[in-house]
Nanobody, 125 residues
C-alpha cells in the first residue's frame, strides 16, 4: 500500500523559513513525479513544486520561484520542500503527491494518483 506522510508544517513569521518532508513507502517510485501542492481556504489546489524521481526535472509555480526549493533523497524515498522568505499568502495546507507521469511535469491534480494527508503551513504578518 502506497503511503505518503508529510511533516514539517507549522506557524512561522513572514520572512521565515520552513522545510517540509514527505516520506514515501509501499512501492518503488522510479519514474514517479513527486509534487507539493497547496490549498488555501476557498481556493483550488495548486501545484507549488515538483521533481521527477530519477531524471531531476523540476517545476516551480511562478509565485514561489526563487523562494522554494524541491529536492529528493532517493535512498530515503523522501522529498523535501525548503521554503524561504515566506509570505502570508503562502498560508495553506500543503500536500505531497506522486504521479506516474511521462514527459513534461503536469500541474493537473488528476495526474497524481497518490496523496498525503496534508500539513498546515501558517505564515503570520
Amino acid at each position: 500500500q502506497v503511503q505518503l506522510v508529510e511533516s514539517g508544517g507549522g506557524l512561522v513569521q513572514a520572512g521565515g523559513s520552513l522545510r517540509l518532508s514527505c516520506a514515501a513507502s509501499g512501492r518503488t517510485f522510479s519514474n514517479y513525479v513527486m509534487g507539493w501542492f497547496r490549498q488555501a481556504p476557498g481556493k483550488e489546489r495548486e501545484l507549488v513544486a515538483a521533481v521527477s524521481w530519477s531524471a531531476g526535472r523540476t517545476f516551480y509555480a511562478d509565485s514561489v520561484k526563487g523562494r522554494f526549493t524541491i529536492s529528493r533523497d532517493n535512498a530515503k524515498n523522501t522529498v523535501y520542500l525548503q521554503m524561504s522568505s515566506l509570505k502570508p499568502e503562502d498560508t495553506a495546507v500543503y500536500f505531497c503527491a506522486a504521479g506516474l507521469i511521462f514527459g513534461p511535469i503536469t500541474t493537473m491534480t488528476s495526474a497524481y494518483g497518490h496523496w498525503g494527508q496534508g500539513t498546515q503551513v501558517t505564515v503570520s504578518s
